[in-house]
């Protein structure tokens, strides 16, 4: 009997580290035939670059250019009915005609509506300079909401149920205009003004509803069926574990789980109690979008390293660079659970003549500093106080800089010792 081959890539920074690329090359490497998006939602970015095309993969899957791969997305990931049909016309003119009969969604899968979207932007608005990071698609506020209000959770399953669907809708719109309208100015009334329309509610529902009806929601049977298939299921991570709900350095997080164990989840609960391969992915330096620490982050790299696929235009902000940290990536690993291996992105910048320095410890008010102490369960209190560790650290690099793809795999040997199974060069 054949078996299936389970397998995950997961990013060990906070996320553009490469993972559209790594799942598009092992797929066609270990011929998969499905790619499971498990955690994040429409936020993601994955960008694949082949000879032929170039897409940034949102809610596809990253192997979507492979002909024939599947697209499962499963809860707990966040669905954006709206924006997944924006996307499947994109990738119909790259020449990817069939990406929505290639696509499973799970019926569990929760919504984000035009009022969460519109509410995550006011929430974020509001903070002003205290500002925690978003992408302004919303995929928090739905999470959030969904915490907060169990009673108006819509799920894509709930798509095929029109009044039903609209009462959740209007249920959804008129308790986060109660919370929103007595605190909005001016200044915010394009976002306010969504959330006061009664007519949104119909129009989203009509557009979403042609989603499910091209892609009516997945059975369990059906689920199990296509993870139980002969062949490789590959689990694609989104964001990375440096922004985990948990394991992030709050406020700066995603309201997602970036984790072997969030993956293994996912299978437990289909039944399907087996070993995985988890792939643990990071580029050569560092970079995050907008706010938030990063200790080595060095403007003078900004100019070296050009990101021709990622701006400091939209929600996310500014896109910064920094040098390789040791801490933070002991931190992932320790933080994500056992990993089978490691996959390098970017080693081409050595090629370019940059030279990267290696952080392998902070200096902070307690004194050096070169692990970060991770709580026995999950506690935001802690999360925060490393938040305002890391935002006061000095990074402390090594003497010597860092000027080829083998002085950094040596340098990456000394954090770990588990084998870098693959490695790219370029975007």
Not at 212 to 236: D, K, M
Request: a neutral charge.
């Amino acid at each position: 009997m054949n078996a299936t081959r389970y397998a995950s890539v997961l990013g060990l920074g906070f996320g553009d580290c490469g993972k559209g690329l790594f799942v598009d090359a092992l797929a066609r490497r270990w011929q998969a035939h499905t790619i499971v998006r498990f955690n994040g939602g429409a936020q993601a970015g994955h960008t694949v670059v082949t000879p032929d095309a170039h897409h940034t993969f949102s809610q596809f899957g990253a192997a979507t250019f492979v002909p024939g791969v599947q697209t499962l997305l499963l809860d707990p990931v966040i669905v954006h009915p709206t924006a997944l049909l924006v996307e499947a016309h994109v990738l119909a003119a790259a020449g990817v005609s069939d990406a929505l009969s290639r696509l499973q969604i799970d019926g569990q899968c929760r919504i984000t509506t035009p009022f969460h979207q519109a509410a995550g932007r006011l929430r974020e608005l509001l903070r002003g300079s205290a500002a925690h990071g978003t992408c302004g698609v919303g995929v928090g506020e739905t999470v959030r909401h969904a915490l907060e209000h169990s009673d108006q959770v819509l799920r894509y399953a709930n798509l095929t149920h029109t009044s039903a669907a609209l009462e959740k809708l209007q249920s959804i719109r008129q308790t986060l205009l109660a919370e929103f309208e007595p605190l909005c100015s001016p200044e915010h009334v394009e976002e306010l003004l969504v959330l006061q329309s009664e007519r949104i509610a119909t129009e989203w529902l009509n557009t979403a509803r042609a989603l499910a009806r091209q892609c009516p929601p997945a059975s369990a049977e059906a689920i199990h069926s296509r993870l139980t298939q002969a062949g490789t299921v590959l689990f694609e991570g989104a964001q990375g574990v440096l922004l985990d709900e948990w394991r992030g350095f709050h406020p700066h997080t995603t309201w997602s789980s970036i984790s072997t164990a969030a993956v293994e989840q996912v299978l437990k609960r289909f039944g399907i109690p087996t070993q995985v391969e988890h792939y643990g992915v990071l580029r050569t330096y560092l970079t995050r979008h907008g706010a938030g620490p990063l200790p080595t982050e060095d403007a003078s790299l900004d100019a070296l390293l050009p990101e021709p696929h990622n701006t400091a235009h939209g929600w996310q902000g500014r896109f910064r660079r920094g040098h390789p940290d040791a801490v933070l990536l002991r931190y992932a690993l320790e933080s994500i659970g056992s990993l089978s291996g490691l996959l390098v992105s970017h080693q081409d910048v050595f090629a370019r003549g940059v030279n990267l320095q290696w952080c392998h410890a902070y200096q902070t008010d307690a004194g050096p500093l070169s692990r970060l102490p991770i709580a026995a369960k999950p506690d935001l209190e802690h999360q925060q106080r490393l938040t305002a560790l890391l935002l006061k650290a000095t990074p402390v690099f090594d003497p010597s800089p860092i000027s080829s793809a083998a002085a950094f795999l040596d340098h990456l040997a000394s954090v770990t010792s588990l084998p870098v199974k693959m490695t790219s060069y370029g975007n």
